[in-house]
Structure formats: structure tokens, C-alpha cells
């Protein structure tokens, strides 16, 4: 049957070699195309999250790395600054956590889960800093260079 301008439905679907209408065929045929462009899009999408997650990694490292260094060495400068100048490190502080939570929160087994935690870190720390600037700085201790070291070596991963 060859189907003309004056057939009233040029695009049904016609009947197979043996007869048989193929609408199932087509209807199949794009269910299937559907899941697999849908399957596709959340691969790229996953594939760019891990991508941006590693590049936010990548400046948090080395960050992290250097915020520590510092603070174990020089750890004795909060002890005579400012409530001024904690609520300005706060502040700083705590829009870098907020940023980072923007960015990054996902809970997983997997190491992005380390960013998100970093985030929160440092969102808390930051309203600390940012609500309490008189507070006392925590005491020299071996617990609080071991706090710095582990976040040394979290950087450095």
C-alpha cells in the first residue's frame, strides 16, 4: 500500500511483513531511546559534578594545607588581636563555608563527602568567630596541634 498527500494518516504506522501493525515496535523503540538518553544526560551530569567537586578539592587542599601550617606556628597571634579582627576572620570564614555547602553537600561513601564536611567546618568556625570574637582561644595542647596536623594531612590528600 503506498500511502499518497491524500492518504488522511501518511505517518501511521503501516502493517509489518506479516500483517501486524508495528505501533508496539515504535512505541518501544522510544521508551528505550528515552531511558538511554535519560541514563546518558545523568552519566554527563555525574561525570561534571565529579569534575567540579575535584577542581573545589583542588584549591581546598592546598588551602587547608597552608590555614594549618600557619595556625600551628603561629598559633599565639590570637591570644593579642582584636574582637575586630576575629569577627573579620569570621566573617571571611564563614562565607568561604557557605560557598563551599553551595557548591558541594552531598552526604556519600565516597570522598566528596570530605568537601561537604570541610564546609560545615568551616561555616560553624566562621559563625563561632562571627558571634563570639571575645572568646578565648583554646589553649596550646597536644589535642589541638593534633586537630591541625589532621587537617594538614586532609589537605594534603
Avoid: C
Avoid at 512505541?27 to 573545589?56: D, I, S
Amino acid at each position: 500500500m503506498v500511502k499518497g498527500p491524500s492518504d488522511p494518516r501518511p505517518f501511521a504506522p503501516g502493517p509489518d511483513a506479516n500483517g501486524d501493525s508495528n505501533v508496539d515496535d515504535v512505541t518501544g523503540f522510544a521508551r528505550r531511546l528515552v531511558v538511554q538518553t535519560a541514563t546518558q544526560q545523568v552519566q554527563h551530569n555525574e561525570q561534571r559534578t565529579e569534575t567540579e567537586t575535584e577542581n573545589l578539592a583542588a584549591v581546598l587542599g592546598p588551602t587547608l594545607m597552608a590555614l594549618t601550617a600557619s595556625e600551628a606556628l603561629n598559633y599565639n597571634i590570637w591570644d593579642m588581636q582584636s574582637p575586630a579582627v576575629t569577627y573579620l576572620n569570621g566573617l571571611f570564614i564563614f562565607v568561604a563555608g557557605v560557598s563551599i555547602l553551595r557548591k558541594e553537600h552531598r552526604w556519600t561513601r565516597r570522598w566528596p563527602v570530605t568537601v561537604t564536611i570541610l564546609g560545615w567546618i568551616a561555616t560553624l568556625g566562621g559563625f563561632t568567630r562571627m558571634f563570639w570574637p571575645e572568646a578565648q582561644q583554646p589553649a596550646k595542647s597536644a589535642g589541638m596541634y593534633a586537630f591541625l596536623t589532621a587537617g594538614f594531612l586532609v589537605g594534603a590528600s
